[in-house]
């Protein structure tokens, strides 16, 4: 499929998807948006595919919305903002989040607003050191959307999430490996080599099991220990009924490495 703003591509069973309008630094236009949504929602589909990269075109992963997408909307006889998240980034989180494969977000340059919420919807985050971070959304008089507001204090406590939100303050790649932010922090010059050897590794490992793992942690976070005892109990019923687990457990016992095939 051919995209305006968009560059899909495969190396083996790894598809990076690389947002590409680099000369607003990858912002979020509703051309961009309706492209990602198609081309993750292939992605999830395709079981070719067994592991997504997220990157951006040029010197930036992605600088938040378009405002000249979304200028005045919330005006009276306007689009209500929820309807346009609801069909656009929230629908992008929703799929980075839930696709059944790992999600790697190759951080190169600015995540800002909705752009840094896509970053933390995707399951790891490798980022440039010269890369960093923004919640913006108050610096422009709106609260977070597009997950942010539901990933950001999983991942870096309520606490800073909250101070994170409310200042609007810019996180540098340092910083935001400290507190957690990312996984990981990568010379410019070696991050897609790193985030591509990452993403071949969990490519290579059994994924029907990773999949389960995301779709556990997720619905557990709010769960008591005993309601969470009996869903990974449902949850390891149905892993165990997998290729991937019958051959994880052939290999062991004939003393050989695996050949998993995510399913």
């Not at 005045?72 to 929230?90: F, I, R, T």
Request: with cysteine.
């Amino acid at each position: 499929m051919a995209y305006e703003q968009l560059i899909v591509e495969r190396d083996g069973d790894v598809a990076v998807v690389r947002l590409n309008n680099p000369s607003k630094l990858n912002a979020l236009s509703e051309t961009m948006t309706s492209e990602l949504n198609a081309a993750l929602e292939e992605l999830a589909a395709d079981e070719a595919v067994r592991a997504i990269v997220l990157t951006g075109e040029g010197r930036g992963f992605c600088s938040g919305a378009d405002l000249g997408d979304i200028d005045g909307a919330g005006s009276e006889g306007d689009v209500a903002p929820s309807e346009l998240l609801e069909n656009g980034y929230a629908k992008a989180a929703r799929l980075l989040a839930t696709a059944a494969k790992p999600v790697i977000a190759e951080v190169n340059g600015v995540a800002a607003g909705a752009g840094m919420a896509l970053a933390l919807a995707c399951d790891l985050r490798l980022a440039s050191d010269a890369a960093w971070f923004t919640m913006g959304f108050v610096r422009i008089g709106l609260a977070p959307d597009s997950g942010a507001a539901y990933f950001l204090p999983r991942i870096v406590g309520a606490a800073r999430a909250l101070e994170l939100s409310i200042t609007g303050d810019r996180v540098d790649a340092a910083r935001a490996e400290e507190i957690g932010l990312v996984n990981r922090v990568v010379a410019a010059e070696r991050l897609h080599d790193e985030t591509m050897e990452l993403a071949a590794r969990l490519a290579a490992m059994p994924t029907a099991a990773i999949a389960l793992t995301k779709s556990l942690l997720r619905d557990t976070s709010t769960l008591s220990l005993d309601e969470t005892l009996t869903v990974e109990g449902r949850v390891q019923d149905e892993a165990a009924l997998t290729a991937d687990h019958r051959e994880g457990v052939r290999a062991f016992l004939e003393k050989r490495e695996p050949r998993f095939e995510g399913r």
